[in-house]
């Protein structure tokens, strides 16, 4: 079974505040006697269900076409926690056991919100959950938050964390009626040059037993 993890990304998508906002327009159309229909598409590289590149919050950072990809693929498990908002902590995740996880994707209340909504509150990484899970051996970490920092903290320390660790993130994925449980994660970023994320088509495909 194939659960579409994806925020659709429509006109109606809510961006981060101040961001550009999705919009698509003609080049050619089918009924204006064209022979195809033709479409620009205009939209942030954080539209939606996305993975930041490092050059989102690091000078020097890669591009998507420079991020590795083979933590974007490969056994996920995903974790439900009752917070909404704040840093998320070890002690978050009491009550599951961790132990071999590669990728860890957690489902929170903002799951329940749709596309078209700014969620007021989120829950995000601390430095200490990401220190833990890198002492684990996670590669890649995935919030259906829109950041891995709080929405007003401008010395994203999570982002930063994650860097060290060379751990990966996606954001904004939407896990509503996904049962907890382990998967195989496909949601790799595209090729892009010179940009600071990608939209990624994010799929959890249940294991084979």
């Not at 439900?80 to 002690?91: F, M, N, Q, R, Y």
Request: glycine share 6%.
């Amino acid at each position: 079974m194939i659960y579409d993890i994806s925020r659709t990304i429509s006109t109606s998508t809510v961006v981060w505040p101040g961001d550009s906002p999705f919009s698509a327009s003609y080049v050619y159309r089918l009924d204006e006697g064209k022979a195809v229909n033709l479409t620009t598409l205009t939209l942030s590289p954080h539209t939606g269900t996305h993975a930041d590149a490092t050059y989102h919050f690091e000078s020097d950072g890669a591009f998507p076409a420079e991020m590795p990809l083979d933590p974007y693929i490969g056994p996920a498990r995903v974790v439900t926690v009752s917070k909404s908002t704040g840093a998320l902590t070890p002690e978050d995740f009491a009550h599951v056991d961790l132990t071999g996880v590669k990728r860890l994707l957690v489902h929170s209340p903002v799951s329940d919100i749709s596309d078209d909504v700014w969620p007021e509150e989120f829950p995000y990484v601390s430095v200490e959950l990401i220190e833990w899970l890198a002492g684990m051996g996670v590669v890649l970490i995935g919030l259906d938050s829109p950041s891995m920092d709080a929405f007003d903290d401008l010395t994203l320390p999570g982002h930063h964390a994650l860097n060290q660790y060379q751990i990966v993130n996606l954001e904004l994925l939407f896990l509503r009626d996904v049962p907890d449980g382990d998967y195989e994660l496909i949601a790799l970023p595209l090729k892009l040059d010179g940009v600071c994320g990608s939209p990624v088509r994010a799929i959890l495909r249940t294991m084979e037993s």
